[in-house]
């Protein structure tokens, strides 16, 4: 699998079934073989099969989900958006 990063997300009002539905429909591509897909606010990313079509890859990159161009690339693994997110405990200030 690879790892792409598109450029909409919850800001936008998307949800998983959205990417999943648009990038079947679209690409062609059977739900069972897009893998992880990680929402953020302004972008997400879905792991795509390694090897993808020519013509599958070339329909995404004029998918729209949402009303928005989804602009398709690899992820460059940017570690703010490494598909989980950490949270800190924050300690009661006593006072």
């Known amino acids: ?3 792409y990063r598109i450029d909409v997300g ?3 009002g998307v949800q998983v079934k959205d ?3 648009a990038i079947a ?3 062609g591509i059977e739900s069972r073989f ?5 929402l953020y606010d302004e972008s997400s990313t879905v792991e795509l099969p390694a090897g993808m079509p020519r013509e599958a890859e070339n329909a995404l990159k004029r998918v729209r989900v949402r009303g928005v161009p989804i602009n ?5 693994g940017n570690p703010r958006f490494d598909g989980e997110r950490s949270f800190k405990k924050r300690k009661s200030g006593g006072g």
């Open 34 to 38: 897009i893998g992880r897909i990680g």
């Open 1 to 3: 699998m690879v790892r």
């Open 10 to 12: 919850r800001d936008h």
């Open 72 to 76: 398709l690339r690899p992820d460059e």
């Open 19 to 21: 990417i999943v539905g």
């Open 25 to 27: 429909n679209e690409a």
